[in-house]
C-alpha cells in the first residue's frame, strides 16, 4: 500500500473532528506547498492563467492566478475529506442557485430529460465537481465518469466515498458502452471534458480566444445516444459562499455532417466551460498544458 492511501486514510479520520476553517486552511496550505515545490506543474498552471487572463506569463497578476487556483484545489481535496461527514441538508438550505432560468437548475434538467434519452452532463475540473455530483444525485439518478488511480486501494478507497453518495460510477476504460446504457435508461451521466489531448487524438475548438484540440467523445456519445448535453458547475465564492449554475440544454441533430455536428457540441460545452472560468479563474484546476506550443 503507498504512503498516498496511508494519509489519506488518516485524513479522513482527522476530518471529522477538524474544524472547517482550519481544515480549509492545511488544504490551502498544501495546495501552496505543491504549487511551489512542482515546477512542471507550475509553469503548466502559470501558461494556461495567461491564455486565461490576456497577460504575459511573467505578469504578477498570473502568478496570483496560478498560485490561487493551486489554494483552492487544496480546499476541495480537504472538502473531500470530510465528504462522509459532509451535511448536505445544510447545502441544500445554503445553496446559491445562478441558473438563468425562473426554475432554478432543475428545470434545464427536467426539461432535457423529456425526451427519454438521458443527458450528458458536461463539466469541468472546476469548483467543487464531487461535491456537486453528491448534490445532483440527491434529485435524479446521477452517473459519473471516473478516472482510476495508480494504486487500486486508493481507487477503492476514493470511489468507494463516492459511491456511498448515491453515485454510480462508470470507469472511464472501455466506458462508452455503459454510458449508452445509462443514458438508454434516462439518466444524467457527467464527464469532466475538459482533457487537452493531441492533434490527432482530438477535436479542433477555439477556448479563450485560441486553438487547442480535447476529446470529441462526449459529443460523440450524446450525437449516438441522442442525449441532451446539459453543462453544469459547483463553486464557491469569495466568503465560503456555494454557488450552482446550469447551461441551456442543446441537443445533437441527426441528418447532418457527424464531424460537424460533434465539433459544435463540444464548443458549446467549452463556451460554456469559458464563461465559468473568465469569471472565477481561480476555480479552475488545469495543471496540464492545455493549448498547444504556439
Given at each position: 500500500?503507498?504512503?498516498?492511501?496511508?494519509?489519506?486514510?488518516?485524513?479522513?479520520?482527522?476530518?471529522?473532528?477538524?474544524?472547517?476553517?482550519?481544515?480549509?486552511?492545511?488544504?490551502?496550505?498544501?495546495?501552496?506547498?505543491?504549487?511551489?515545490?512542482?515546477?512542471?506543474?507550475?509553469?503548466?498552471?502559470?501558461?494556461?492563467?495567461?491564455?486565461?487572463?490576456?497577460?504575459?506569463?511573467?505578469?504578477?497578476?498570473?502568478?496570483?492566478?496560478?498560485?490561487?487556483?493551486?489554494?483552492?484545489?487544496?480546499?476541495?481535496?480537504?472538502?473531500?475529506?470530510?465528504?462522509?461527514?459532509?451535511?448536505?441538508?445544510?447545502?441544500?438550505?445554503?445553496?446559491?442557485?445562478?441558473?438563468?432560468?425562473?426554475?432554478?437548475?432543475?428545470?434545464?434538467?427536467?426539461?432535457?430529460?423529456?425526451?427519454?434519452?438521458?443527458?450528458?452532463?458536461?463539466?469541468?475540473?472546476?469548483?467543487?465537481?464531487?461535491?456537486?455530483?453528491?448534490?445532483?444525485?440527491?434529485?435524479?439518478?446521477?452517473?459519473?465518469?471516473?478516472?482510476?488511480?495508480?494504486?487500486?486501494?486508493?481507487?477503492?478507497?476514493?470511489?468507494?466515498?463516492?459511491?456511498?453518495?448515491?453515485?454510480?460510477?462508470?470507469?472511464?476504460?472501455?466506458?462508452?458502452?455503459?454510458?449508452?446504457?445509462?443514458?438508454?435508461?434516462?439518466?444524467?451521466?457527467?464527464?469532466?471534458?475538459?482533457?487537452?489531448?493531441?492533434?490527432?487524438?482530438?477535436?479542433?475548438?477555439?477556448?479563450?480566444?485560441?486553438?487547442?484540440?480535447?476529446?470529441?467523445?462526449?459529443?460523440?456519445?450524446?450525437?449516438?445516444?441522442?442525449?441532451?448535453?446539459?453543462?453544469?458547475?459547483?463553486?464557491?465564492?469569495?466568503?465560503?459562499?456555494?454557488?450552482?449554475?446550469?447551461?441551456?440544454?442543446?441537443?445533437?441533430?441527426?441528418?447532418?455532417?457527424?464531424?460537424?455536428?460533434?465539433?459544435?457540441?463540444?464548443?458549446?460545452m467549452f463556451d460554456c466551460i469559458e464563461e465559468m472560468v473568465r469569471a472565477w479563474p481561480t476555480q479552475w484546476y488545469m495543471f496540464r498544458q492545455f493549448w498547444p506550443s504556439e
Open positions: 500500500m503507498s504512503s498516498i492511501y496511508y494519509l489519506a486514510r488518516a485524513g479522513y479520520g482527522l476530518a471529522k473532528w477538524t474544524p472547517q476553517g482550519a481544515r480549509h486552511g492545511l488544504g490551502r496550505f498544501i495546495g501552496s506547498a505543491i504549487y511551489l515545490g512542482w515546477k512542471t506543474k507550475r509553469i503548466n498552471t502559470q501558461q494556461n492563467m495567461a491564455h486565461v487572463s490576456g497577460h504575459p506569463i511573467d505578469d504578477p497578476r498570473v502568478k496570483r492566478l496560478a498560485a490561487a487556483s493551486w489554494k483552492n484545489y487544496g480546499r476541495i481535496i480537504a472538502d473531500f475529506m470530510y465528504f462522509p461527514h459532509f451535511d448536505f441538508d445544510r447545502l441544500e438550505y445554503q445553496m446559491r442557485d445562478l441558473t438563468e432560468t425562473p426554475g432554478g437548475w432543475r428545470d434545464y434538467i427536467k426539461q432535457a430529460l423529456e425526451p427519454g434519452r438521458g443527458i450528458v452532463i458536461s463539466s469541468a475540473h472546476f469548483g467543487n465537481y464531487d461535491m456537486a455530483a453528491a448534490y445532483v444525485a440527491r434529485h435524479f439518478p446521477f452517473s459519473v465518469v471516473t478516472e482510476n488511480f495508480n494504486d487500486p486501494q486508493m481507487t477503492d478507497l476514493v470511489l468507494g466515498q463516492r459511491a456511498e453518495r448515491g453515485i454510480s460510477l462508470i470507469p472511464m476504460e472501455g466506458s462508452a458502452r455503459r454510458i449508452l446504457r445509462a443514458l438508454q435508461e434516462n439518466r444524467l451521466v457527467a464527464i469532466a471534458v475538459d482533457r487537452p489531448v493531441s492533434r490527432e487524438e482530438g477535436v479542433e475548438i477555439r477556448f479563450f480566444g485560441h486553438k487547442t484540440y480535447v476529446p470529441g467523445g462526449p459529443a460523440a456519445l450524446a450525437l449516438k445516444s441522442g442525449a441532451a448535453i446539459v453543462p453544469g458547475f459547483m463553486w464557491y465564492g469569495h466568503h465560503n459562499e456555494c454557488f450552482i449554475r446550469v447551461f441551456p440544454p442543446i441537443y445533437p441533430r441527426s441528418g447532418v455532417d457527424k464531424a460537424g455536428e460533434i465539433k459544435r457540441l463540444t464548443q458549446y
